[in-house]
């Protein structure tokens, strides 16, 4: 499939998903859809954005109110645990990364094999269980990658290359008969981070992964085949 | 709390959160002291307590100081982007509480779609909010109750049709229509 042509009936089909899309109350398969079709339809993606911006907008006519007495030095108590909670995030996401780096050798090594049968004219693919895996992109700009193992139980690994996206992001996949499941968050901080997690459902049922930030965008996407 | 700060003035938001970002515990001060009463009121206009609205407007700056470092201004205002956490949030939170959502009767959801232009607004006018009230008062009140309860209060399109008593297709055209008008109003202001 070609990243970029556009079709006029599934933009016109999508249109109308659109403004819901942007207020963020589509749920379920139309939602899965709507995304499936965004990542290949610049056009869609851009009224989107103008109805997203719309939408932010009408926030600002909300009134002003004083909060009660008090909520400056209890936010401050917040602000300093969730200092060191982060803190501490950050020391687990090392020892997490280092998992993820061995499983990830072991089934580069899977991969290596099939490479290697494919190479001496076997035609034989079930030999080995090479893990799907695709490249995590932002408007043509590799962000990361992705990859789910084929065996059982299914480990999704994802790792994300750049110095400039930090905080907590959540992973969602898109499966094959459209519906989206969170897989989890995870914390992306300085100029690389890794980070694995246990799916419920195989490799083959995934059709795509995003990483979406805290505010709904969606920061990098891949499309998965097996 | 009461007192504003006196290095509040002048600092845009960019700037702020650019300190936020590299942990300037000042930065961070101001920031909470002019927005905290815009969290508060969005927070409290959708989940309608005290103390629930509290812990999202403090949820809220929690987030806002651990993902500074991503704000995208390409993508909107600090004004905005603060609000859609603020708003994510307190829907969770009441989605949380209510496993099905009812019609919102307060005070700030009757403001909001009893809202009129003022003599004074202009389509030119300078401030985002006028502009905002401009588009809003533009769309005829079934559009603007559908619009307002979906973007300020998170109601699903099905959730409309049952607040409002009305089919499901019904529901989802006055949003989608109260959109495009609302987008039409907002993109003619600001164009020169």
Redesign the interface.
Known sequence: MSQYTRDPDKCQMVQ?DL??L??????GRERAEVLDHLESCAHCGAELE??S???????????????????????SE??RE?AQR?RSRRFRRVSAFAIAAVLVAVLGFGVGVFVSNNGTGSPNRSVAAAPALAQLTSNGRVMGQVVISTDQPTWMFVTVDSA?????VSCEVTLNNGQTLTVGWFNLSGDYSAWAARLTVSAAQVRSARIV?????VIASARLSV | MRKRHGKDEGVSDETLLSGIAVGDEQAVLTFVRRYQRRLFGLAFGIVGDVGTAEDVAQEAFIRIVRHASVFDARRGSVTTWTLTITRNLAIDAVRIRRSIPVAPDDRVFLELVSVERQPEDTALAADAMTRVRIALSNLPMEQRRAVVLAAMYGRTAVEVAAVESIPLGTAKSRIRLGMAKLRETLVISESP
């Not at chain 1, 942007?22 to 749920?27: K, M, R, S």
């Not at chain 1, 400039?164 to 907590?168: E, I, R, Y």
């Not at chain 1, 930030?213 to 965008?217: C, K, M, P, T, V």
């Open positions: 109308d403004a819901e942007a207020l963020g109350i589509l749920a103008s109805l911006t719309a939408a932010d907008t009408l926030l600002m006519l909300t009134p002003e109110i004083e909060p009660p007495l008090g909520f400056e030095s209890r936010l917040k602000l969730a982060d400039k996206l930090s905080g907590d930030a805290a505010d709904g965008a």
